[in-house]
């Protein structure tokens, strides 16, 4: 009787110990994957060049600015 307690003893503090210290770094891992993955897809932003060109033609279609200006000032984004 006194071994199958021992047994008990034992397997109980084997399997308490180890799963704390598998979990919890695991959990870790998980957690930071989860934070790193929203950051990119929600919180991430544009390249510069890429916005100043969308508001470029936005404003062109607009009609703020003629092609003559459109075209150097891309121009000038691009060499940036």
């Known amino acids: 009787m006194e071994t199958n307690e021992n047994n008990n003893r034992k397997m109980k503090a084997w399997s308490v110990g ?7 770094p695991l959990a870790s891992i ?5 934070m790193k993955r929203f950051n990119d897809l929600f919180c991430a932003e544009k390249p510069i060049s890429s916005n100043a060109i969308d508001l ?12 003559e200006e459109f075209d150097q000032k891309l121009r000038d984004i691009l060499s940036v």
């Open 56 to 67: 470029l033609k936005e404003r062109y279609v607009r009609g703020e600015i003629d092609k």
């Open 18 to 24: 180890w799963g704390w210290i598998v979990t919890i």
């Open 30 to 34: 998980a957690i930071i994957a989860c």
